[in-house]
């Protein structure tokens, strides 16, 4: 009942910018934590960037100074802001939203992902 689709994701050269963006639909009363995630080849799953319904936001170290989460709640999306691309930065993007639906107190559903590849 609840869906999130990534758009955004490409090649894109070292040095070169990517904004990544996350819509959600179906029943939703609130989002509490919006986040994204990466997955390489060979490698774990692990956290890029959050940001809580106060706009409390995390990075991890990897991205800091380079990488920008957004929210806006009205449309029910997130963004990523991806500058100065390096070649480890390619993975599958994935976006993960923790929130409150009809059946739910609280729950993580996660989009589909999008590719990023930082090649020259």
């Known amino acids: 009942q609840v869906q999130l689709v990534e758009s955004g994701g490409g090649l894109v050269q070292p040095g070169g910018s990517l904004r990544l963006s996350c819509a959600a639909s179906?029943?939703?009363?609130?989002?509490?934590?919006m986040a994204w995630y990466r997955q390489a080849p060979g490698k774990e799953r692990e956290l890029v960037a959050s940001i809580t319904s106060g706009t409390s936001v995390n990075y991890a170290d990897a991205v800091k100074g380079r990488f920008t989460i957004s929210r806006d709640d009205a449309k029910k999306m997130v963004y990523l802001q991806m500058n100065s691309l390096k070649p480890e930065d390619t993975a599958v993007y994935y976006c993960?939203?923790?929130?409150?639906?009809?059946?739910?107190?609280?729950?993580?559903?996660w989009g589909q992902g999008t590719q990023v590849t930082v090649s020259s």
């Open positions: 179906g029943r939703i009363f609130s989002i509490n934590v």
């Open positions: 993960k939203y923790r929130l409150r639906t009809p059946w739910t107190l609280s729950a993580d559903y």
